[in-house]
Nanobody, 124 residues
Framework: QVQLVESGGGLVQAGGSLRLSCAASGGTFVSYAMAWFRQAPGKERELVAAIGWTGRRTVYADSVKGRFTISRDNAKNTVYLLMNSLKPEDTAVYYC?????????????????WGQGTQVTVSS
């Protein structure tokens, strides 16, 4: 069983930055793909960014390309999401997820474990 704990969310003004962290425990972190999803009220949960187990493969939603960066530190069993130039439309609950097969997939159904989520609110 893998446990994921997100942190780093909060309230920020448009144009600002936040860094989310997700600490994993209970599994073999180095072999997992990791991802960040988000869900705004009344909307489907969508992929923000994903990173393969080696860290070489990354994928991003078009809406965040050039603004967000996903990274991982396998020594700390932690994945990060650096969010720059935040916009009000980035407001959502952000979830960390694990794919035990190590593929950085766009599909939320490929992910096996999920964190509880952290709220990000961007004011205009």
């Amino acid at each position: 069983q893998v446990q994921l704990v997100e942190s780093g969310g909060g309230l920020v003004q448009a144009g600002g930055s936040l860094r989310l962290s997700c600490a994993a425990s209970g599994g073999t972190f180095v072999s997992y793909a990791m991802a960040w999803f988000r869900q705004a009220p009344g909307k489907e949960r969508e992929l923000v960014a994903a990173i393969g187990w080696t860290g070489r493969r990354t994928v991003y939603a078009d809406s965040v390309k050039g603004r967000f960066t996903i990274s991982r530190d396998n020594a700390k069993n932690t994945v990060y999401l650096l969010m720059n130039s935040l916009k009000p439309e980035d407001t959502a609950v952000y979830y960390c997820a694990v794919d035990v097969y190590g593929v950085a997939s766009y599909d939320k159904n490929d992910y096996d474990y999920w964190g509880q989520g952290t709220q990000v609110t961007v004011s205009s």
